[in-house]
């Protein structure tokens, strides 16, 4: 938030976020936007003609990298500790790239924090550990 934040371009970033979350908010919004991109979402009547899916993400981060009720989980973690591990887990198997995801993402957060100290809460990114996510089953 530029009130928190410093930097010269604060501002335009707090923007360019603000539009993302109302963009993704809206499922008739997020439907334009992911048939044309940003093209779609410019009410000036003309359409892009190419398919832009999740253009926003250019970088693949994970949805829950942030989270700290939620252990983010590489191949190494996943085997120590869900594998060879004694505690239980409930993980989730995401890609960044996926709309339903995104959907589930408060959801999943409001679950970890509902079964704190009850279960182990984690997310493995298949963007990144597709390897561990195949072996799992996980297409």
Request: aromatic fraction near 12%; hydrophobic fraction near 30%; glycine fraction near 8%.
């Amino acid at each position: 938030h530029p009130d928190k934040n410093d930097e010269e371009d604060a501002h335009e970033k707090f923007l360019k976020i603000n539009r993302a979350y109302e963009v993704l908010k809206d499922e008739d919004l997020r439907k334009k936007y992911d048939m044309f991109g940003e093209e779609g979402l410019d009410d000036s009547g003309r359409r892009g003609g190419s398919y832009q899916s999740w253009s926003y993400y250019h970088d693949d981060f994970g949805i829950y990298d942030d989270d700290i009720e939620i252990v983010t989980l590489d191949y190494g973690e996943f085997q120590r500790s869900v594998l060879e591990g004694h505690n239980i887990w409930f993980i989730n198997f995401y890609s960044p790239r996926c709309g339903h995801c995104h959907d589930l993402a408060p959801t999943w957060r409001r679950v970890a924090k509902q079964l704190q100290g009850v279960i182990r809460i984690g997310a493995v990114n298949c963007q990144d550990e597709f390897m561990l996510c195949q072996r799992q089953g996980i297409r």
